[in-house]
């Protein structure tokens, strides 16, 4: 059972439009979400998060979004950049669990020339 | 070092050998932790460590998997009687340890038993 959901396997975006990369979650528990990106052969690296008490954070071309309501959040990137060519991995934290990440499957984001 | 870094990057094995997976964390992390991920799926935690303990191991999957970190710095990952199942890479990542703190990766094992 996917705990955290990450629908669109691939998604493809001209350079310089807005890439929108969607994650769904079923856990109640969860108080803090995280983005990862993923490029081949190396190991995840953080790229923004946020806490269940906020519905947006904002850090230079990236903004997350938090819907609690729906079990939603979204990661925006503005403009896109074909360095943001990578694998974005979707990731959730429980408020009673302070250790462990719970991630989805990823979204592989092809920036197109 | 700079950031967590993990040897071997490769390993190739023969089912039903026994293999050791290393990580060296950043210096000064106090948690670490091992994930597993699998062909098309995101890292499956496996285990964490705060100092020398393992604070939380319900992720590794049965008991021919078992980790150490004796000294609350290296880690070390074991698995015993491998099988064609555990082929997957393994990553490691380490943090300052508080509650919301970034876990910072490794560039992972890639454990492959034939």
Known sequence: ?113 | GAGVSQTPSNKVTEKGKYVELRCDPISGHTALYWYRQSLGQGPEFLIYFQGTGAADDSGLPNDRFFAVRPEGSVSTLKIQRTERGDSAVYLCASSSGTRVDTQYFGPGTRLTVL
């Not at chain 1, 230079?60 to 060519?85: E, W």
């Open chain 1, 1 to 113: 059972d996917q705990q955290v959901k990450q629908n669109s396997p691939s998604l493809s975006v001209q350079e310089g439009r807005i890439s929108i990369l969607n994650c769904d979650y079923t856990n109640s528990m969860f108080d803090y979400f995280l983005w990862y990106k993923k490029y081949p052969a190396e190991g995840p690296t953080f790229l923004i998060s946020i806490s269940s008490i906020k519905d947006k954070n904002e850090d230079g071309r990236f903004t997350v979004f938090l819907n609690k309501s729906a079990k939603h959040l979204s990661l925006h990137i503005v403009p896109s950049q074909p360095g943001d060519s990578a694998v974005y991995f979707c990731a959730a934290k429980a408020i009673n669990r302070d250790d462990k990440i719970i991630f989805g499957k990823g979204t592989r984001l092809h920036i197109l020339p």
